[in-house]
């Protein structure tokens, strides 16, 4: 089968897209997905999307990690199929579009720059100082002092596959505060199994942990490996956050086909 691609990136986290609308790709399987998400044998990419219709919305997001396997909301891949379909010829300046954990907004504006509206937060929990939530995808936050000096392969790898998360697995999140509203956030992403250049929802995650006002608008700016992302928030209480934004850039890259022989 040949597949005709898109290739994406918001950040230096990129993305193979598929324009599935008429349902043509329903059949690729997970060695298809992981094969062409290789960097050495296939296209290379930290995650592949499917760019489904639905009813209703604008479009469906289906996102597969790098191994494969169908995951959770990916933040930085709601920025980049978004700008996907406005290069397709929809034109508009808001979206709606359906994703596994619910219904996302997303604005954009002609300098490549994407708003992505995330899910509430509800809950927080504490495991020692390290903190876990969910912003579409399960996260474990850590503070560090200075972020340069932490391996995040190997630290994230071990609490990725600690007892507590082996089977269902997480992203961990390393957090340097570098000043009142800003802070540099390194993530080993689960099903990629190695450290990302970004990670949408871990930025997010991070940012509502470094809120500088205790109640009502936040604003905080993220330094990552693959450039800057900002997070604008709502904080209702310590464990309660709403009206979440992750906002920067997301660019296309190349088009192409490849054949797959395996399914």
Known sequence: MIIEFCKYQGCGNDFIILDNRTNHFDNLIQKDIEWLCNRRFGVGADGLMLLNKKEGVDFEMKYFNADGSESTMCGNGGRCITKYFYDLGFHKFTYQFWA???MHE???N???NIRLKMKNVTQINYQDRDIILDTGSPHYVKQVNTLDDVNVTELGRSIRNSKEFKEKGINVNFVEIMDDDSIFVRTYERGVEAETLSCGTGVTAAALIAAHNERGFNRVEVKT??????VEFNKCSDTEFNNIWLIGPAKFVFKGEVEIKNT
């Open 225 to 230: 490996l693959g450039g800057k992302l900002s």
């Open 100 to 102: 596994i954990d619910g």
């Open 110 to 112: 002609g300098d490549d």
């Open 106 to 108: 997303a604005e954009i």
